[in-house]
């Protein structure tokens, strides 16, 4: 069955520095993977999305996410932190032909000033 | 980009009540879904539908009903809320097929 591993529930960063969220995914087949953010009280906003292809792809506000086939990982990137970038994240799988998405449990980020 | 919006925002119910969660897209997307939100579990999948009439268990669905009248409306409903039901529950809208489009959520409490 396929799943998402976040290993980190809470990362905490200071304003500036670089950024890594990890994704495990486990998938029989070849999976479309996404990251989500979701700010306070509100729902989940699509930030990026691999469909097959480049590995490398770019999202909003300076996001990016590297996908890799042998390592099983989807990591989220970004160079420079910004405060307003204080939410939880979210990885998530599925395929081109199912209605199912499942989702991680999601990393909550914290922004240092 | 899809809109999604759900009805109420808040809502207190007590223990054995009936409860009916809404949820509206204006997309045009065939398939909807609902999602409970909890600490530690992430979004798990209660239903999901593919278009006007259908209604397909989720990973969860224990405890809910589905109902979808139209291309646009989405509902859940407990029919004897328990305090285990307590949670935030998304709505989700999709073409088929992700990504998926989020509504902001229905808070509910069952005392």
């Known amino acids: 069955a396929q799943s998402v591993t976040q290993p980190d529930a809470r990362v905490t960063v200071s304003e500036g520095a670089s950024l890594q969220l990890r994704c495990k995914y486990s998938?029989?087949?070849?999976?479309?993977l996404f990251w989500y953010v979701q700010y306070p009280r509100q729902g989940l906003q699509l930030l990026l999305k691999?469909?097959?292809?480049?590995?490398v792809v770019q999202g909003v506000n300076g996001f990016e996410a590297e996908f890799s086939k042998s390592n099983s990982s989807f990591h989220l990137r970004k160079a420079s932190v910004h405060w307003s970038d204080w939410a939880v994240y979210f990885c998530a799988v599925s395929s081109s032909n199912t209605n199912k998405v499942v989702f991680g449990t999601g990393t909550r980020l914290q922004v240092l000033p | 980009e899809a809109a999604v919006t759900q009805s109420p925002r808040n809502k207190v119910a007590v223990t054995g009540g009936k409860v009916t969660l809404s949820c509206n897209q204006t997309?045009?997307?065939?398939?909807m879904y609902w999602y409970r939100q909890d600490t530690g579990h992430g979004l798990r999948l209660i239903h999901y539908s593919y278009g006007a009439g259908s209604t397909e268990k989720g990973d969860i669905p224990d405890g809910y009903k589905a109902s979808r009248p139209s291309q646009e409306n989405f509902s859940l409903i407990l029919e004897l809320a328990t305090p285990s039901q307590t949670s935030v529950y998304f709505c989700?809208?999709?073409?088929?097929?992700?990504?998926?489009?989020f509504g902001a959520g229905t808070r509910l409490s069952v005392l």
């Open positions: 997309n045009n997307h065939n398939n």
């Open positions: 691999y469909y097959p292809g480049d590995p």
């Open positions: 989700a809208s999709g073409a088929p097929g992700p990504p998926l489009y």
């Open positions: 998938y029989f087949g070849t999976p479309y």
